[in-house]
């Protein structure tokens, strides 16, 4: 054991490359994409480090060009499930036993090797298998998640140093155990960067996961499982178990051993997970930890003093970067009579200057969908605009899934503030305007703050200073990431620790120090040094 307090260094937010024309970075990546093209690869299940293949298996497609097959991966059953339960709480005490600063030695070089020799792998990766610019992918696959892994083990040794105070002759001190049991990791497919988050927040303070990435995000997540593999995390501390929702979730939520949920997806899925757990608590050893971050219907709100340029490319960034398919993206619009007209004539001509395709060609800003059920659900919602009396749409509208899932950035501007494409989140390349009459600011607000179920993100927009601090004030609740003139998305390691609350889940703000805590249990122990020898106290020497 090593007798030296230990300092983390300090993190510095991973600079984003440029992939400009002639980058060394652009060149590294293209040529990535060609290989990993080339290659039609198996994915099995890991656990405890090695290789399961269950013959229950499922393509992985290009969304952009649907008909290119990156290959195949097998899809875990109960019996998985309980395999790598079982992996986990084997390798949980020794795990839990190593010295901290040898865990975050691990963590930190995860962050090395992915700023180093791994960047253009989880990069190209993203790009393929989620139909990311390569901007959306070095932002996420790369720089936000070496955010994660330095930014955390920088916020562990920070509250491992809270200590309490300690009155004479006593020493009071606190120590930050991992949980008992397993966390179950449930990740999306819109960002690496979160699916790499969601299982190693827990490892590095000392649990034991089981993983199950998203079913489109399948291909990405393997890569990281290698890549854990080669920073030198022990096998069966992270398990990757892909499958269906079912097959997969329903035996992790039976088991007496679930110590914790650390979940981002749907908010209907979420909810099922939580009153699952309500339903079995009796049968379980602990009460587990739940961490969720569910859905968004993002807002921007704009007064008559907003500069309009600005927020025509704070409009079309938040809605349509990554195809609206960001819990962030903004998805619905309050825009006032006097400035949109000026605001409609530039807006419509800026997107019609967006060029969409495949992710290879640079010069495209968006991609497809991820697939084809997104795609199916998002054009839903685009044709009942098309045949309502109180929308219009003014951009986009087209949709072609002959290719790849590809959906034109759409925009309704409709006369019903509670239309449904402004209660109802769609997730993919829509935004909703409702425009206000400006005497009706203060009744706007209301709306703003009351139409959705979501409190996610959100942006107001005015050059007024005293106007910012009423929508800001009135907005409170309406965001757990709240901007001011800038678009609702973006959220930066270190910067704006992200999460929301009401039905966009329990605001735990990942990559913070308010996230790690969840997944400690505290210890008190109180010493004292020379005990007393006499039960009696002194109150009893006189009747």
């Known amino acids: 054991m090593s007798n030296a307090f230990f300092k983390v260094p300090i993190p510095v937010n991973e600079p984003i490359k440029s992939y400009a024309p002639g980058s060394p970075e652009k060149s590294e990546l293209k040529s990535k994409i060609v290989e990993l093209k080339s290659k039609h690869i198996e994915i099995p299940l890991i656990i405890s480090g090695k290789e399961v293949k269950t013959g229950k298996t499922e393509q992985m497609v290009i969304p952009h060009d649907k008909n290119h097959v990156l290959g195949i ?6 019996e998985e499930v ?8 084997a390798a949980r005490e020794e795990w839990a036993a190593m010295p901290w600063e040898h865990r975050v030695a691990i963590f930190l070089k995860m962050a090395e090797l992915l700023a180093g020799p791994w960047r253009s792998t989880l990069n190209a990766a993203t790009m ?10 070095e932002i996420d696959s790369a720089c936000e998640l070496i955010d994660f892994w330095r930014f955390n083990s920088y916020y562990m040794a920070q509250l491992m140093a809270d200590q309490p105070l300690s009155s004479p002759g006593v020493w009071n001190r606190v120590e930050y155990r991992p949980l008992e049991g397993f966390v179950f990791a449930v990740t999306p497919f819109n960002f690496t960067s979160i699916a790499g988050n969601l299982p190693t927040a827990p490892a590095m303070v ?10 489109s995000s399948v291909y990405s997540g393997y890569f990281l499982m290698k890549l854990f593999e080669e920073a030198g995390l022990p096998k069966g501390v ?11 979730g329903n035996p992790v939520m039976a088991s007496q051993h679930l110590a914790g949920i650390h979940f981002t997806g749907s908010t209907a899925v979420f909810q099922n997970m939580w009153k699952t757990v309500g339903d079995n608590i009796s ?20 007064h008559n003093t907003a500069d309009i340029d600005a927020l025509i490319v704070g409009a079309l960034r938040g809605a349509f970067e990554y195809q609206g398919q960001k819990c962030s993206a903004a998805s619905r619009m309050y825009i006032p ?9 530039k807006y419509v001509a800026e997107i019609g200057k967006i060029k969409m395709g495949d992710v290879e060609d640079f010069t495209n800003f968006m991609g497809a969908v991820i697939d084809d059920g997104a795609f199916k659900t998002i054009t839903e919602y685009i044709d009942y605009a098309k045949e309502a009396k109180d929308a219009e749409i003014i951009t986009g509208g087209n949709y072609d899934d002959t290719k790849g899932f590809f959906i034109e950035p759409t925009t309704i501007v409709t006369t019903n503030p509670k239309f449904k494409t402004m209660e109802e989140e769609i997730f993919g390349p829509v935004l909703t305007i409702y425009v206000y009459e400006d005497d009706k600011f203060d009744e706007t607000l209301d709306l703003c703050d009351t139409t959705s179920q979501y409190a996610l993100t959100g942006a107001v927009w005015a050059k007024d200073r005293a106007i910012l601090v009423k929508m800001a004030d009135k907005l409170k609740n309406a965001a757990g990431n709240f901007y001011f003139n800038d678009k609702p998305t973006g959220a930066v ?3 704006q620790p992200f999460g929301g609350g009401r039905a966009s889940g329990t605001n735990d703000k990942a990559g913070s120090a308010m996230n790690l805590l969840r997944w400690m249990s505290v210890r008190t122990m109180k010493e004292t040094f020379v005990p007393p020898t006499d039960w009696r106290y002194p109150f009893m020497d006189e009747k």
Do not use: C
């Open 337 to 345: 009579k006097s400035i949109w007209a000026e605001f409609k004539t």
């Open 206 to 215: 000392g649990n034991v996961s089981l993983w199950k990435p998203a079913s």
């Open 73 to 78: 991966y097998h899809k875990a059953g109960k």
């Open 238 to 248: 992270i398990n990757y178990v892909p499958g269906s929702g079912g097959q997969v």
């Open 283 to 302: 049968k379980m050893k602990y009460y587990p930890r739940i961490v969720g971050e569910t859905g968004g219907k993002d807002f921007i709100f704009a």
């Open 493 to 495: 390691v270190g910067q």
């Open 128 to 137: 393929l298998g989620q139909s990311k610019t390569s901007f959306q992918a």
């Open 82 to 89: 309980e395999m790598a339960i079982e992996a986990a709480l």
